[in-house]
């Protein structure tokens, strides 16, 4: 392995990301007022996808910018709102998801250096989740549920010295999570950890039960920490770790270690997906969400072999190389993982030596923006996107 990618691969592996806070977005993220985050590199609004669109606009109501989605439709058109990608400032946020600066947001804080931290939206649920790209009442709704009492209750919960997450992910994992389409153990065991101080807070018990009826939540929770771990390593000159990966459903893109702040990107095709009925890849918007993260650093669609549910759901769409690509495409095993033994961390350099991507489970939305979630399955990004970022890298 290159001396640089070792050293990133060593500063991430020093991170110990804890759950450490539940804040406004406006109050620990340096955004301006009317800026909105999306998930993956840069877009614009006359090149942006309907389902992202249509969770902007949501976002615009729920800050009360407009008074309507007409006029927050035009207000976007018109370059009165901004857009930026999240991850460039830290933020991970699902699918079609957004963050603007009233939403709440998890903290995620390394232990051992409080300068390195990321953040992420709470967990929409299982219905009406902005993540999903739906414009209608119920989403907006939910928002200001989530984003109000539910979170200022959840807030109280969180322990003084904060929740490591690592175990938490290794439990899921020992117990057929694959951390990324797949969280129900880590979901459970994390509410095990803060059930006692919910249940003391009003609102605690509808609080409890939301969260046993997301078995996604702690999805959220483990991309900050991913973003996190990959935080650690930005700057390290001649790396070629992957610290940033997502897609916005127009475009899909990645960033290296030793060039921090610049994506590369190629289109956004859709994933390899299993369609609910009535649905086919016609209507599959291209690959979106910051998840990506997740399988970037090695769990998710790489650890599938860990996770027999989601082996079985993805079967059909799932490479020959799945269950090898592991031991050829990560860096090292992770010490913390003690009871999984995950290997970790993935430099663009092999890839390109190997002339093999990784996949990424991903979750499929509706390219009209009206049906939300039409299927899920596994992106695979395309070479060309690394050889870009390498050749950059070597110059």
């Known amino acids: 392995m290159h001396s640089a990618d070792q050293k990133a691969l060593d500063v991430m592996m020093d991170v110990c990301p804890i759950w450490s806070g539940l804040e406004l977005a406006r109050d620990v993220i340096p955004m301006a007022e009317q800026v909105i985050l999306h998930a993956g590199p840069p877009l614009s609004p006359n090149r942006m996808a309907k389902a992202v669109s249509n969770s902007v606009v949501m976002a615009m109501l729920f800050e009360g910018w407009a008074a309507d989605v007409q006029q927050a439709q035009e207000m976007l058109r018109s370059g009165e709102v901004a857009l930026r990608p999240a991850q460039d400032f830290g933020v991970v946020v699902p699918l079609a998801s957004v963050l603007s600066p009233s939403m709440s947001v998890h903290v995620v804080t390394d232990r051992n250096n409080s300068d390195i931290r990321a953040f992420s939206t709470i967990n929409g649920g299982m219905q009406h989740a902005l993540r999903l790209g739906l414009s209608n009442d119920q989403v907006l709704q939910h928002l200001r549920w989530l984003n109000g009492p539910f979170s200022e209750t959840l807030r109280k919960s969180i322990p003084v010295d904060g929740v490591p997450l690592i175990p938490l992910a290794d439990h899921g994992l020992n117990q057929g999570d694959d951390c990324h389409g797949r969280t129900i153990a880590a979901t459970a065991k994390l509410l095990d ?188 990004p395309p070479l060309a996107v690394f050889s870009q970022a390498c050749a950059a890298l070597d110059l």
């Not at 059930?195 to 807070?201: D, E, Q």
């Not at 070629?240 to 921090?260: C, H, K, R």
């Not at 992770?334 to 092999?350: D, T, W, Y």
């Open 193 to 380: 950890e803060i059930k006692v101080g919910l249940s003391s807070y009003a609102g605690g018990e509808s609080a409890i039960q939301y969260i046993n009826e997301s078995p996604p939540f702690f999805l959220n929770l483990w991309m900050a920490a991913t973003k996190c771990m990959m935080s650690a390593a930005k700057d390290v000159a001649a790396s070629s770790v992957i610290t940033a990966i997502g897609g916005n459903g127009i475009d899909f893109g990645l960033q290296l270690s030793g060039l921090t702040g610049r994506w590369f990107t190629v289109p956004a095709a859709p994933p390899a997906a299993i369609y609910a009925d009535g649905f086919s890849e016609q209507d599959a918007l291209g690959a979106i969400g910051d998840s990506a993260v997740v399988d970037a650093l090695g769990l998710g669609a790489m650890v599938v072999n860990l996770a027999p549910e989601q082996q079985k759901g993805l079967g059909p769409v799932l490479p020959d190389d799945a269950r090898d690509l592991p031991q050829r495409l990560l860096g090292r095993r992770h010490e913390a993982f003690e009871q999984s033994g995950i290997l970790f961390g993935l430099p663009a350099r092999r890839i390109i030596q190997l002339q093999t991507s990784l996949i990424i489970s991903l979750g499929v939305i509706d390219v009209d923006g009206e049906n939300g979630r039409v299927g899920g399955g596994i992106y695979r």
